[in-house]
Structure formats: C-alpha cells, structure tokens
C-alpha cells in the first residue's frame, strides 16, 4: 500500500512539473506520456465541438532553398509563419531566420546578398504590434564580437518556469489524450444543443458551419477584432509607425522590407457579421504607406473553397499555397 501511494505520489508530482516546466513537458512528449492537444486544431481544442475536428494536414514541401542564391530572407512573425508550417525549403534563399514577435534575435547581415525582411502578423494583432517599437531583430556587424551571453543555471531555471499559464499547461499535461476529449465533447454537444452556446474563446458563424476565435469576432476585444471600430487617425498611426520600422532596417542594412498581413478566419468566411474595419485594405491602401505589401487578402476574398482549416485559426494547404505564391511573387524569391 506504501508502495502504491508514493507511486502515485510520484506520477502526480511527474505531471505537476510538466505542467510548470517546458523542459519536462517536452521529455514527456517525446516518451508518448502526453499528447499535442493541437493535434485536431486549436478552435477544436477550445471547443470540443466534434464537427470541427480535423487532423492537422502534412502540406507537401517546396523544395526551393539554394546554396547559390543571392537572397537572403529574414522574418518576424506569429504562428502562420513556424517552423512546422514555413521553412527554408519554400523559398529561393541561401539563408533563412525567422523570430517570433515578442522575442528578440540576433542577425549579422552579409551585404554581398540582398537581404530581405518580411513583417509576417495576423490581422488581429497588427495593431499591437505596431503600436509599440518593433526590436525583434537586432542587426549586429559582427557577431563574432558581441557574442550571445552564457545564461547562469538559475535564469534557465526561471525561463523554463512558467508560472502565468501553469493552469493551461497542467490541463494540456492531464487531459491531452482522446478518451479526455471524448468526454470533453459530450458536454459541448449539450451546451450547443440545450443551451444554443459553445466554449468560452470561440464563437460559431451564424449558420454554425464555421467557428472562429473569440477574439476576431468579439467588439469589446478593440484592438483585436475585424468588426472593431478602426479611426482614421489610427490608421495614419499605423502607418507612420510601420514606415518608421521599415527605415530603420533599412538603415541597418536591409535592402528590402515587406509587409505582409494574414486575415483573420472571420473576415474572409464571415464578413457581413458586423461592420468590418477594413484594417487591411486601409494601411495596405494608404497613400503615407513606404512598404512594399505582399497582399493575400485579395486571393484569399477570391478563392473559391475556403483557405482555412476546419478546426484551426490557420490556413490549409491551399492558403498556404496561396501566401507562398504572393511572397515568392513580390520578394522574387
């Protein structure tokens, strides 16, 4: 019985710590002890609305990086632009790095190249991003002089220890696997059925054949959501701000800076929900703006099947298709 009880003392504790820590949390996926809650889309993740689950599609590879080429390509961007959906491979470049918003790497620029920077956002966090500088990538002339400092153990430590979403870490560690959800999906059943009401953090179209995340569809969320009120002035903002990153980059020794900003899922499947703002047609459209502009929004409004996955925020393979032919088509890569 001792033994039983600090076994499951032990499991319990095991589970704890991957849920504070990413390190564990990674070691217990890599052994199949817990799952990616992803794995069908994160609108299903939120919901659990079984009519939205949908394997996450494996798009086939471009194949398309060259030792020889003359460019080379540097991104800051969010989800649609990681690793598992965007590489090197799927463009014409002999150097690729990518950093995510909110975090800061390094690059030494080669000025025998054209060295080129997309701004990669969704739409509902441009204007956050560029209501406040962007540092992401900090342009160094020799990196070999300024190396990255060594991190002592105890700020590792701190960085792997994650203490604001330890409760959605810790749900994500115990109820990953498929029998969890199961019961996940008979409760949502009945609060759409009894109740006409999904999962706080998504909303359903109106005819309930798509879902979305709350924050694209929700008014009070005011500078997330398509349907939000978005003033002139703000826009002029926006503007001023993004030319502002696109010369100091420039100044830093990039010879192009482009602009590329991905629709929320509402905008394009559900437009007549309320009164959309426009955000991309109005910066991407403005007289003050000095960026070059990789438009999907167009191909995207055009396309007759729609660009995003059932379950997910992201797109599929053919919207991905659809952004890597704008980006390859005006970057000439």
Not at 41 to 46: E, V
Not at 220 to 249: G, P, Q
Not at 275 to 300: C, D, W
Not at 315 to 322: E, I
């Amino acid at each position: 019985m001792r033994f039983l009880r600090y076994t499951v003392l032990f499991v319990a504790l095991i589970l704890w710590v991957a849920g504070l820590s990413s390190t564990v949390s990674h070691w217990l996926y890599n052994a199949g002890v817990i799952v990616d809650d992803y794995r069908h889309g994160d609108l299903y993740r939120i919901s659990a609305l079984s009519q939205f689950k949908d394997d996450q599609p494996v798009c086939p590879p471009s194949n398309r990086a060259s030792d020889t080429a003359s460019t080379h390509l540097y991104i800051i961007g969010d989800s649609f632009s990681e690793e598992q959906r965007i590489g090197q491979n799927d463009f014409r470049v002999s150097h690729y790095q990518r950093v995510k918003w909110g975090f800061t790497q390094r690059a030494q620029l080669d000025p025998s190249k054209r060295n080129v920077l997309l701004l990669e956002t969704v739409e509902r966090h441009f204007r956050e991003h560029f209501a406040q500088p962007v540092n992401e990538l900090v342009v160094e002339k020799d990196t070999a002089q300024n190396p990255t400092p060594i991190q002592m153990w105890w700020e590792k430590l701190n960085a792997d220890y994650h203490r604001s979403d330890v409760e959605e870490r810790l749900a994500s560690t115990l109820f990953s696997q498929d029998w969890a959800f199961w019961f996940k999906e008979a409760k949502a059943a009945l609060t759409l059925d009894w109740f006409n009401r999904a999962s706080t953090g998504v909303s359903l179209s109106r005819d309930q054949k798509n879902i979305f995340l709350d924050f694209d569809t929700d008014t009070t969320r005011k500078k997330l959501s398509s349907f939000s009120e978005l003033s002139d002035a703000e826009v002029n903002t926006l503007v001023d701000s993004l030319n502002s990153v696109a010369d100091r980059y420039r100044q830093l020794g990039f010879d192009d800076v482009y602009l590329s900003i991905i629709p929320n899922k509402a905008t394009i499947l559900e437009p007549n929900r309320g009164a959309y703002n426009h955000l991309i047609e109005r910066v991407q459209n403005s007289p003050a703006l000095r960026v070059k502009t990789v438009n999907i929004y167009l191909p995207y409004k055009q396309a007759k099947q729609s660009p995003y996955l059932n379950g997910d925020t992201h797109w599929n393979c053919q919207g991905r298709s659809l952004w890597l032919e704008a980006v390859r088509k005006q970057l000439a890569i």
